[in-house]
């Protein structure tokens, strides 16, 4: 493709998106197909010849969009939101564009250098430590999730434990530290770096705050001590991905630090919050007591998946955990010490241009765009929360300090089991009728709805639109 | 961002990629800031306001292209070509504007089904064996890199020795097989998955042809069952990174299945050269003996990067050891048992849209296209190859199959240290020169510089340029 017909094309496929996003109300939210649909309805094998682009854009109208579930459609409240806006997305075009390859500083300075930048930047928008910028002893990078982040975590805090894992490979019993409520990644890392899901530890939550308990923490390390296993990492989340519960950092850092257990804080999805004063309170704790902390602007943040932002108070364990030099990749700026290379602080080798999204992101909207951004969908799930609270017919969680409400139809003569089926075939008439999509949790042994408002294409209506739906389905 | 403004912007942005792809060659090809001078242009904190995305592009052209190092310029012959084409960043570009999150089938059915379809396609077109298809018990998935894919196949073979390492976590020592050629991404695994870069058992290589010996192989496997370790994966090599050479596959293959351990395929770079007949010799064995294999449309197919295929002969053990349903994705699809969720065949839990480039890339080349692609760099190699052997004041190193051609400047008077170095002078000025890019390997002591022909842009009159450089530098 020539760039003449590059530019053609592609101001084709930027009208596509254009229309899509402007008539994406149009579509069911959640893709009505069944397994196989899609499958079936492409060709068995590839094409001998080589066919316009037209033809690729009338397949993703024709097969594919009926098997898309919108992510962007205002009516996406499942999961979290997977933010994407305008900027986002043509910074990402130009990564593209350019298709560089920056595994190493010498390979496209600009492409390491800019990362440090808006990593940087972002720690300051966010409020987060000094020791966490690249000109201290820690830094920032970009991860492609926050699932690999704690991976990396998880090997820096091996390699902390003085027992040379990366050389040696793991000899001792090491030990991870998590609640009911921490994200699955955890266990998935242990699985990864050899350490085993079964010595993954889940530490009492408090039954009101679903916060995890320092104390059995503390019980639960000198145990793994006293049975001659290396307690390595401890895992806090500030925010939850079944309700947003809060763990006490403060708390939890004092008896990682008593301990020299490394900790990691899981802000994924609600630490891109701190970008508003008013919010900071969540990081209480953290510059005192974090050895790594991960949020991610591709939730909340109207930043296109992926975009995990990682930062260390300390990266040297982790370069020690990582870093491997073969002939092919030595060059004269890696061998003189004076620049990143970011192939060190990740699972992959090669990256893509990744700041470029954020770059642009930050750019259009301004610190200023992005507290609003937050404030706006704070301030829709609040008042969605005071809806339900006023509801006799509905149970709220508190406390719902974030963009996620979590909540249940009352059904008092009803037994849990029946509550809870009751509660899931309500939500999946909803899902089912294409105007909204929500997803569920369980704790305590209830099944609560999770309505999660993000994305910016989301308004008032839509969520009172919900609410009503909501009410009427029960 | 509004659609409309999008469309505007959009537009703007695909004009910007077209003027820089229509006018590569006016900039030097290898970046010449220094460590920092990106950085020290670039505002030390964020904005407080929005901008508009014209103040974007314009820091582009003035601020980072000059730290740009033009992977797509036409002398671009380092390390391995990272392909980027029209489709593909079309492809890429409607996967930002749809947003979606695929990690399970139900979040986004169309991700999961369109995948499938393009591996399975790359898989006929590859011609690779009908069992690494997703309705056999293998099945092929898209990851980031290479290097990430063989963690996953690591972990897969872990699993599969029986010591339910997942759960368990390493209690054993476990080894891995390479050779001095092999790519540092597994020792990178072998650190990651709690092996050990000290159980990488490094496997002799025939001084010829480069390849891994199958005997001293058996021997290393031998020696390790004898002292109680368990014997866990071999990497057998379609194409090295330093010099593009061939492990015997096939006799590699029947020690593996002899002493019962996984034989990963590692033909990153070259297994795309498949898609001409003519060059399917080069999987000899994979059908009989591989448990996975992986190729990187990335590098040199026209899929801009990250775009990495894996298959797996028998996908069980892979998502034994990487599947945990948490409440909040346990969906009745997922249990239906009827879907692929591709969560479960990778490192994060998030994914994009990634198979829309490569469909995008088959459907505009037709497999026609991909072949002449490969076929022409391949031609224009061998041409460079055969001026390089006509020239007494050169050394090539044979064979050259496929479109990398290794080579050195002769010193007959000098001793090897300094005619090493008098070799990385030369490559130093070339790359100094902006007008070509080369990078270098060691083979045998001896300093080889690396010539990759690959980018779609490179035509017949840059190789010859090139070469009228190197002679001339000489």
Known sequence: MSPEEFRRVGKQVVDWIADYRAGIESFPVRSQVGPGEVRDALPAHPPERGEDFDQVLRDLDEILLPGVTHWQHPGFFAYFPANSSGPSILGDLLSSGLGVQGMVWATSPACTELETVVVDWLAELLGLPAHFRTDAAGGGVIQDSASSAVLVACLAALQRTGEDVARRGITRRHALYVSAHTHSSLERAARLAGIGADNVRVVDTDPETLGMDPRHLDELIAADVEAGAVP????????????????????????????????????????????????????????????????????????????????????????????????????????????????????????????????????????????????????????????????????????????LVCFRPR????????????????????????????????????????????????????????????????
């Open 232 to 403: 390595t990492m401890v895992c806090a989340t500030i925010g939850t991905t079944s309700t947003t519960a809060i763990d006490p950092v403060r708390e939890i850092g004092e008896v990682c630090r008593r301990r020299g257990v490394w900790l990691h804080v899981d802000a994924a999805y609600a630490g891109v919050a701190a970008v508003c004063p008013e919010l900071r309170w969540i990081n209480d704790g953290v510059a005192e007591f974090a050895d790594s902390y991960c949020t991610n602007p591709h939730k909340w943040l109207l930043t296109n998946f992926d975009c995990s932002a990682l930062w260390l108070a300390d990266r040297a364990p982790m370069i020690e955990a990582l870093s491997i030099l073969p002939e092919y990749l030595r060059n004269e700026a890696s061998e003189s010490g004076e620049v990143i290379d970011y192939r060190d602080w990740q699972v992959p080798l090669g990256r893509r241009f990744r700041s470029l999204k954020l770059w642009s992101v930050l750019r259009w909207y301004g610190a200023e765009g992005l507290r609003a951004h937050i404030r706006d969908t704070v301030a829709l799930a609040q008042e969605f929360a005071g809806w339900v609270r006023g509801d006799p017919d509905f149970e709220l969680l508190e406390p719902h300090p974030f963009a």
């Open 411 to 474: 059904y008092p003569d009803l037994p849990v089991d029946e509550a809870n089926e009751r509660t899931h075939r309500v939500m999946n008439a909803l899902n089912d009728s294409g105007d909204l999509y929500l997803t569920h949790t369980k704790i305590g042994g209830r099944t609560l709805l999770r309505l999660a408002i993000g994305s910016p294409a989301t308004e008032r209506r839509h969520v009172q639109d919900a609410w009503e739906r909501i009410r009427r389905a029960t």
